[in-house]
């Protein structure tokens, strides 16, 4: 475990504010004439160090709440607060900063850039977030590559590489400013059940360091490797279970 990541376990322990709130968060698409709902007043908050999935059938506003989370999109309605910050208060520039801070995200196509070796797009968001010196990154993004168990393939470009171990080149890009937040987007719905559940590995050793984890996935039996499961259905929180009553980590359930 690595000195923040240590630090990130302790401070989650007690922590007295949810690392994400959603607050009657609505959000409405519009073409030309028409609207959708994709969410409907949601309300939810993830606390810091848990493992939250995501569950619900196709439509029902799961990525739509991932969106959010990472200011991707932006409410209609309501407020979405992660880390302390109003996302929709926001400018473009400084969402973008906000981001390469807090958010590591893997995509299920990995979205790797073709043309960059593994070690180049492992080191990709430090250079955008302007972080640390050029030496250093490049220390950096090795070690994360080494954590994934990539470390003898670094100069391999993405199509040189399986699908599992593009998706481990996507958790290394993902790490690569140390976020407070991972979050998956279907991260194993390009992969054989094996090295999904491979996958699913390293994030919850991910999570056991201290880092909150939040995933949307159709495989129940991937779902059931979260600590907590929440169901959207309709746009709306349908259920929630799992965690204590407040799901903070720490909390104690009193009957």
Known sequence: MTAVAGERAESAVGAASPLIEL????????????????LRGVDLAIWPGEMVA???????????????????????????????????????????RWRGRTVGIVFQFFQLLPTLTALENAALPMD???????????????????AVGLAGKADHLPLELSGGEQQRVAIARALACDPKL?????????????????????????????????????????????????????????????????HRPDAQVVD
């Not at 607060?81 to 109003?86: E, H, L, P, S």
């Not at 640390?132 to 994360?144: G, L, M, S, V």
């Open 182 to 246: 991972v979050v998956g987007d279907e991260p194993t719905g390009n992969l054989d059940s094996e090295t999904g559940s491979q996958m699913l590995d390293l994030l919850t050793t991910l999570n056991a360091s201290g880092t909150t984890v939040l995933y949307v996935t159709h495989d129940t039996r991937l779902a059931a490797r979260a600590r907590r499961i929440v169901t959207i259905q309709d746009g709306r929180v349908v259920a929630d279970e799992g965690g204590s009553h407040d």
């Open 54 to 96: 995501l569950v619900g059938p196709s439509g029902s506003g799961k990525t739509t709440i991932l969106n959010l989370i990472t200011g991707i999109d932006r409410p209609t309605t309501g407020r979405v607060i992660v880390d302390g910050a109003d996302l929709a208060a926001m400018s473009e520039e400084g969402l973008a």
């Open 128 to 146: 955008f977030a302007r972080r640390w010196k050029t030496a250093e990154r490049w220390e950096r993004a090795r070690r994360h590559l080494d």
């Open 23 to 38: 607050r009657g968060a609505g959000k409405v698409y519009r073409t030309g004439k028409l609207e959708f709902a994709a």
